[in-house]
């Protein structure tokens, strides 16, 4: 049977899992039933509806996903299962406290309105853009965290290979 090998294009399918279990994104499909994600009536973010579900393609080697999980791939044969995981510090970096910044709510334009828990993109000096989300908002001050929501996790996949094309 064909096994992965480097310059491969396959196809395979993924849950990603934090430390506790959690599922932070997949390639199968949500729970929720096919009506509720094609009439947009699912109100659940972790469905799956919002996603993109489907098998995953890339060519191994070509750095289009973590390299732990492309060298996992290489070996594997269609149908076989794998789990591997990706250290924090190979994945999204390790939480920067440095990232965390609070600004004056008079700082920010008037029609500003971002609530706790909100993602955000801000501009900046020389229209540098900088993801954020609001970690705090108080009647004076709005603290921002600019790290990725996953920097500080180390990452388990579980991949199951679907096809070598």
């Known amino acids: ?7 491969d294009t396959v196809l395979f399918h993924y849950t990603g899992k934090l430390d506790d279990d959690t599922v932070f994104d997949t390639t199968y499909e949500g729970e929720c039933g096919d009506d509720e994600c094609s009439s947009g009536e699912c109100e659940s973010d972790d469905c799956g509806c919002e ?4 098998p995953m393609r890339i060519v191994i080697g070509e750095g289009e ?3 732990a999980v492309e060298e996992a ?7 076989e299962r794998k789990t591997v995981t990706v250290p924090a510090a190979d994945a999204f970096g390790d939480y ?12 920010l334009p008037e029609d500003f309105d971002a609530e706790e828990g909100d993602e955000l993109i801000l501009s900046g000096e020389d229209d540098e853009e900088i993801g954020v989300c609001v970690m705090e908002k108080t009647d004076e001050e709005i603290t921002f965290d600019a790290n990725h929501p996953l920097a500080g996790k180390d990452l388990t996949f579980e991949l199951e290979l679907v096809s070598i094309d």
């Open 1 to 7: 049977m064909a096994q992965v090998k480097n310059g």
């Open 51 to 54: 996603h993109e579900t489907g």
């Open 65 to 67: 996903f973590f390299p």
């Open 73 to 79: 791939l290489i070996g594997m044969a269609p149908g």
């Open 96 to 107: 920067d406290e440095a990232r965390v910044f609070t600004v004056p709510l008079t700082d």
